[in-house]
């Protein structure tokens, strides 16, 4: 092969099948032998449009194969996860298992990407790891950052068109990597060192996160004040040069809720922004829950009869089925928890089924209960019938 690919998840499986489609031999690589089998049968193993036509040509064509193991090539490509530890601290062990598993296989000149979400500084240091057990290859390796920026649900149309931005550690590494992407990317490849495009990708998400924290701190202030938020930030944003996010739950997946803290762990001093951003989105997502709990008990009191609620919304973001990380299945796991007898209706239209939750059709749900709560402004809520019902509305969907 000419590629490995160290990780074939959201990310690494899109990546290794468009590479594959530029008719180039790639061996994936991934600890999950199911995974491995499945993608070797030409199928996938995650929800992303197009992704299944991809891998099942590239493995048929013989440009795509999996395996647990690496072998020998002229590109290394890490994409695997970086999660995070207790007391919100990046773990890089994977990206550290992972490149240790290809020191034995490195050659001059070859080239070596991280595109793992990753703490300022881990290129450098893989590679200062790499020269530890390699030293007669020190300065003769090109290795470089290169972070993905893709939607969820539009990967396979992003992973082309989007701009990347690609860090190597030296000058050379940078052009190595920029003629290997330019390969099969049609985006604008822009050239950086390895430092600032690990921080680029943190800055990009954080910049997300801390536009929606300023959202949802208006929606707390403005629930205090009487004001309705969404008319508000409408009319702000009626400004030139103003462009205020909406509130909405809290701030869920598995980048924007998580990216931050990558600065924070390592500046903490210097992010107070960002890091009170991250407090504040956490906070709104409890707030939502207590709210919910609020309106219960006044319903009681007004009624004399525990009210049945609808909770409308598991995901984490509208119109997708991914629960990751989501706000609303926090919230409606801390409801249930203070759950007094009440009659409960959950909906997620864009799921079947699910393990903790019962779930309920949308529509049946709204309609059996006295208080409807919208957690996630699916598009199929906006044409619900609300006539005569408490509603708590924390996405916008009834605006
Ligand atoms: N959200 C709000 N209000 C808004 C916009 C979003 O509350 O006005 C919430 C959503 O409901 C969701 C969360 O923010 O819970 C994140 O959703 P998102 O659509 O902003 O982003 P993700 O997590 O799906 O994807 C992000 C993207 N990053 C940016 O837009 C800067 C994507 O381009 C990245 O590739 C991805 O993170 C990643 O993998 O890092």
């Known amino acids: 092969p000419e590629v490995v690919m160290i990780g074939l998840g959201y990310i690494g499986l899109p990546t290794a099948a468009l590479i594959a489609q530029s008719k180039t031999f790639v061996h994936g690589v991934d600890i999950n032998q199911n995974v ?32 647990t193991k690496p072998v020998a090539a002229n590109t290394y490509l890490i994409v695997v996860p970086t999660p995070f530890k207790a007391k919100n601290e990046p773990d890089i062990s994977f990206v550290e298992a992972a490149t240790k598993s290809i020191i034995p296989l490195l050659k001059e000149e070859d080239l070596y990407i ?36 893709v939607l969820p ?14 860090g190597g550690v030296d000058e050379k590494s940078t052009d190595k990597a920029i003629d290997f992407y330019k390969e099969f990317i049609k985006g604008d490849l822009h050239r950086t060192n390895a430092r600032t495009a690990e921080m680029c990708k943190l800055v990009e998400n954080s910049s997300r996160d801390v536009q929606i924290a300023f959202a949802n701190e208006l929606s707390l202030i403005c629930d205090k004040a009487d004001i309705d938020v969404w ?7 009626k400004h030139p040069r103003v462009n205020i996010l909406q509130p909405g739950c809290g701030v869920g997946g598995h980048c924007i809720a998580v990216d931050p803290y990558f600065i924070v762990a390592d500046y ?23 709210k919910i709990q609020t309106a219960k008990l006044e319903f009681e009191l007004k009624h004399g009869r525990k009210p049945s609620i609808a909770i409308m919304g598991l995901a984490f973001k509208p119109n997708i ?3 990751r990380e989501s706000p609303a299945k926090y919230i409606a796991q801390k409801v249930l928890q203070n759950a007094n007898n009440e009659d409960y209706y959950i909906a997620e239209p864009n799921i079947d089924s699910h393990k903790i939750f019962k ?17 996630v402004a699916h598009d199929e809520f906006k044409e619900l019938d609300l006539v005569n019902k408490v509603i708590l509305d924390f996405c916008g969907v009834t605006k």
């Open 359 to 375: 779930l309920t059709n949308y529509k049946d749900a709204a309609r059996k209960s006295d208080i409807v709560v919208f957690l």
């Open 231 to 237: 008319e508000l930030i409408k009319l702000a944003n």
């Open 268 to 290: 903490p001093m210097e992010s107070k922004i960002i890091g009170a951003a991250r407090e504040i989105n956490n906070y709104k997502s409890f707030w939502c829950a207590e």
């Open 114 to 149: 991280i595109e793992s979400t990753s703490p300022i500084g881990t290129t450098e240091k893989m590679v200062d790891l790499i020269y530890q057990e390699r030293p007669e290859l020190e300065g003769k390796l090109n290795a470089a950052y290169c972070p993905e920026r």
């Open 36 to 67: 491995v089998n499945t993608i070797n049968e030409g199928k996938i193993h995650i929800i992303e449009p197009d992704l299944g036509s991809a891998v099942s040509q590239a493995v048929k064509g013989g440009y795509l194969k999996a395996d």
């Open 321 to 323: 089925d991914d629960l």
């Open 153 to 166: 649900g539009n990967v396979m149309h992003e992973l082309v068109h989007n701009d990347r931005v690609i």
